[in-house]
């Protein structure tokens, strides 16, 4: 039954919130009947004086009692029981409170009247109501809500919203040995595990008004970064799942940008899966839109309208690095012809240790032994699923293909940044990529560390620099924002010759260790004071054989050393200002480089195996052996060494690398690789 005028009117407070929710601009028809899909939640808006005939001076609005509507300007209340005055204003706002059970099952009428208050114009409108709603895991727990107000944008920090999407670099078949996202089809339903749940729920009639149609879209560009696929499993309420692959066919890519889905009619679930497909680069800021439009059939001849449109946002999950702090997993080694006597005592110290020993033999390594060099290790992370990824760097040794054949598998994922040749150099190697521990600098928090990488120094006419797609990655990522240190003065040019992190039980949870020259002197004049003058470092090594005080008395090498540690102590202050780090929050490690020329250029080497170049799994690091001057048969400087970590709990094994390794201008740190257990915080509760 129709009802009068003004009995069907929305609340003011109600009229309020529809206001700001999806609104369409209808045209009134009184020649012809109308049949309308309306969306709850959406309004229409129609001007009823441009739809009005001519002479038209009044009109009247009669509607069933599902159809809510409200008149701009309100009519006076005294006229609530007669035709209302027509004004070059007047507006008409239509509303559906629930979901039709059939086919223009309710209705609306707008009358128009002459002077005299005789009809001389009708439009009714046949309205067929449904529920629609795409739906994210908006507010991150796991679980994809429905209808939430926040679906559509995305913030950042623990009050936060919006939905997250993780690359799919891993490969649920490692044999096919390429990840998954470069495959437009589900190979195995254990890889929908690595996609992002979405939810399209409707509730109407069995069917809807023919013509109607549901079509899913997004942008070209989004479709560059994600895929996404539909189940075709029935869905009412439980998130139920087929064990067939065919059930899941591709609905969005880069080459089908719309595609319309089917409307299952009464009250239905279906379910998708979002493929992230681009981590955020410099090009990509990791966020990309969703579209579920409804589509209002013209005419044969004329293409479809979106009458409403739901729009979901996904951020693309960052690449994490791990410092070193956290909990060690897997300890990785190359085995070389020469590395017998170092692999023995790293296998010890590992096993000591707890963790697992991954050993990458020959025939893998092909004779490269810097695997920290190769790739380094981080994690990817949503509410609903993480796994670690691997990062290979361009330097692309005779170890380039072990990232991608050895890692890359189910739910370890990998990913690259490819440079041209003649761009990369030793600045490109990942024994340059490091990340502090979490801090806090003038107030703000990186509860998941800065990432730091080594540079030429800003002044410098010419220089080695990390290749710009590396550093372009690492900068979008946002959640570890970059530091840059000057190391191109070392001859290889890696941050790890003269930095690393410890544990510490106290003050910010962490040490900074620096190589220091100084402190290196300070350690043979005080054995020289102390009549130890003649102890030798290098005892042992031959040739390479030198007493303390000789060493003191090379004014070229304390030249050298000079220069080093003013290199040292211009990255020291740019740790301190952007680490947020007092004096107290670092310790000098006694350590001596010599410069070597190369191509014109004068650059840096250890003196002596660089003891900060060290691996650390909790509480034990495993450090270069020093071969410093004994005193009554200890190494001067693994008791220093020593000294220094156990005042913090550390404990100090010392590893020989001497031939196989700091000959050829590496460490242990160079030598070996570390995965760790994920931050326990979530990237997505950062304040940016």
């Known amino acids: 039954m129709l009802q009068q005028a003004t009995s069907n009117h929305l609340p003011a407070v109600l009229q309020e919130k529809k206001r700001g929710e999806y609104q369409r601009t209808f045209r009134l028809d009184t020649q012809t009947r109308q049949e309308v899909v309306s969306v709850v939640g959406s309004s229409l808006k129609a001007n009823l004086s441009r739809s009005a005939p001519p002479l038209s001076k009044f009109y009247s609005v009669k509607c069933t009692p599902n ?126 595990t690595d996609m992002s749940h979405m939810v399209l729920r409707t509730r109407g009639p069995s069917s809807l008004p023919e013509g109607y149609k549901l079509t899913l879209h997004m942008c070209q560009s989004d479709a560059e970064s994600v895929r996404v696929y539909r189940s075709r499993v029935a869905n009412s309420d439980n998130h139920s799942m087929s064990q067939n692959v065919l059930d899941y066919p591709l609905v969005l890519s880069s080459r089908t940008l719309s595609k319309e889905v089917p409307y299952l009619g009464g009250t239905s679930n279906m379910d998708f899966y979002v493929e992230g497909l681009k981590f955020p680069d410099k090009d990509f800021d990791g966020l990309v839109s969703i579209n579920l439009s409804v589509l209002e059939p013209i005419s044969d001849a004329i293409p479809e309208t979106p009458i409403f449109t739901d729009k979901v946002v996904f951020r693309v999950a960052p690449w994490i690095m791990t410092p070193n702090t956290l909990e060690p997993n897997e300890v990785y080694v190359c085995s070389t012809k020469d590395n017998y006597a170092f692999l023995k005592e790293m296998k010890a110290l590992v096993e000591n240790s707890g963790q697992k020993l991954k050993i990458c033999y020959q025939y893998q390594n092909r004779g490269d032994r810097w695997i920290q060099d190769e790739m380094e290790f981080g994690y990817i992370q949503a509410p609903h699923h993480q796994f670690p990824v691997v990062l290979d760097s361009p330097r692309d040794g005779k170890l380039m293909d072990f990232p991608f054949n050895e890692l890359l598998g189910p739910d370890f994922g990998y990913v690259t940044r ?52 590396v550093q372009d990655f690492l900068w979008a990522q946002k959640v570890q924002e970059p530091i840059a240190l000057y190391s191109d003065w070392l001859f290889v040019g890696h941050v790890d010759e003269f930095m690393t992190f410890v544990p510490a039980p106290d003050r910010k949870g962490f040490r900074l260790l620096l190589a220091s020259p100084d402190a290196a002197y300070k350690v043979f004049r005080g054995l020289q004071n102390s009549g130890h003058g003649q102890a030798k470092l290098f005892e042992g090594k031959g040739k390479k054989e030198i007493t303390v005080d000789v060493l003191l008395k090379d004014e070229q090498l304390q030249s050298h050393n000079s220069y080093v540690q003013n290199c040292i102590d211009w990255n020291r202050d740019v740790l301190k200002r952007e680490l947020g780090l007092d004096d107290d929050d670092i310790i000098d490690l006694p350590i001596l480089f010599k410069l070597l020329k190369s191509r014109e250029e004068i650059r840096a080497v250890a003196y002596y195996p660089d003891m900060v170049n060290m691996i650390v799994l909790g509480k034990n690091l495993g450090i270069p052996k020093p071969f410093g001057p004994k005193v009554n048969g200890q190494c001067a400087l693994e008791a220093e060494m020593c000294c220094l970590m156990g005042g913090l709990g550390l404990n100090c094994t010392f590893i020989d690398d001497f031939a196989s390794y700091h000959e050829l201008l590496g460490e242990v740190h160079c030598g070996s690789n570390v995965r760790r257990k994920p931050f326990n915080v979530k990237w997505w509760n950062l304040e940016m």
Request: hydrophobic share 35%; net charge negative; aromatic share 6%.
């Open 67 to 192: 159809v809510e509507y409200s008149l701009t300007p309100p009519p006076e209340e005294t006229d609530h029981l007669s035709p209302i005055p027509l004004k070059g204003n007047s507006v008409l706002l239509i509303t559906m409170k629930s979901a039709s059970l059939h086919e223009n099952d309710n209705k609306l009428s707008v009358r128009y009247y002459d002077e005299d208050k005789k009809v001389v114009g009708k439009a009714v409108l046949y309205l067929t109501a449904i529920e629609i709603s795409l739906d994210v895991d908006a507010d991150r727990d796991g679980v994809v809500e429905s209808n939430n107000p926040n679906k559509d944008s995305w913030k950042w920090g623990p009050d936060g919203h919006g939905a997250i999407v993780l690359v799919n670099c891993d490969s649920e078949r490692s044999y096919w040995k390429s990840p998954d996202l470069e495959r437009n089809f589900i190979v195995e339903t254990s890889d929908l």
């Open 418 to 469: 490819e440079a041209k040749r003649k761009d990369v150099n030793s600045l490109d190697s990942f024994g340059n990529l490091e990340v502090s521990p979490p801090v806090t600098v003038n107030g703000k928090s990186y509860p998941l560390g800065r990432i730091i990488i080594g540079v030429a120094f800003p002044t410098a006419a010419k220089g080695r620099n990390m290749t710009k797609v």
